[in-house]
């Protein structure tokens, strides 16, 4: 079975530029959440989408939103980029929300000039 | 708001030395509990899920043992070996969050010949 998908893996944008990022969860898998990742800041939760739903938010600017497609494959996007927003985006899967386990895809490199 | 401590925040170790890797957490209701490895510039690789109603789970030369009450989880890696070396990432999910996971900073591990 083939695991989590990201694209691109690597993206450099401008300041002011906006960004869209792709996912594709492991098959059957219905819920996508996305994570942003600095050295700084750690690993903080953006959102999660189960059944093209939002069900969950975390503490980031409006610039910041995602959706689900009736595929379950995701997207984020991130408008206005600042310099701050450099960091690496990851997606993670799992079959449903709550309880089960989380399977992470390897992450898309933002960097923001 | 759930907080997620990891000590200690990096060690280092000879290979062949049995270790253990610290968790906790400040609010105990939790759905589960999952162990990471990252390594630099990777995507996570889950390594155990405990769940809220377990005490621990074993997979090959892991160990991991959640207590609830407490608000503590251990990683218990044994035969340690160069390969082990990477960053080991807990994090919970719980209460009205559905699959937020709220990540501890990280333990940076490395495993000299």
């Known amino acids: 079975k083939a695991g989590v998908t990201q694209t691109p893996r690597y993206l450099i944008k401008t300041r002011g530029q906006q960004v869209t990022l792709s996912c594709s969860p492991i098959?059957?898998?219905?819920?996508v959440s996305w994570y942003q990742q600095t050295p700084g800041q750690g690993l903080q939760f953006l959102f999660e989408?189960?059944?093209?739903?939002?069900?969950n938010k975390g503490n980031f600017p409006g610039r910041f939103s995602g959706r689900q497609f009736s595929n379950s494959r995701s997207e984020m996007n991130v408008s206005t980029l600042e310099l701050g927003d450099s960091a690496l985006y990851l997606c993670?899967?799992?079959?449903?929300?709550?309880?089960?386990?989380?399977?992470f895809g390897p992450g898309t490199r933002l960097t923001v000039t | 708001k759930q907080e997620v401590t990891q000590i200690p925040a990096a060690l280092s170790v000879p290979e062949g030395e049995n270790l253990v890797l610290n968790c906790s957490f400040t609010d105990s209701a939790i759905y589960n509990l999952q162990w990471f490895r990252q390594d630099p510039g990777k995507g996570l690789t889950s390594l155990l899920l405990?769940?809220?109603?377990?005490r621990e789970q074993t997979s090959g030369r892991l160990n991991a043992s959640l207590d609830k009450s407490s608000g503590r989880s251990t990683l218990y890696i044994a035969a340690s070996q160069p390969g082990d070396s990477a960053t080991y990432l807990c994090?919970?999910?719980?209460?009205?969050?559905?699959?937020?996971?709220?990540f501890g900073q990280g333990t940076i591990l490395t495993v000299h010949p």
């Open positions: 098959s059957g898998h219905r819920s």
């Open positions: 994090a919970c999910a719980g209460g009205t969050s559905y699959g937020k996971l709220t």
């Open positions: 989408y189960f059944s093209e739903t939002q069900r």
């Open positions: 405990i769940q809220s109603s377990q």
């Open positions: 993670a899967s799992s079959l449903s929300t709550g309880v089960y386990e989380q399977y």
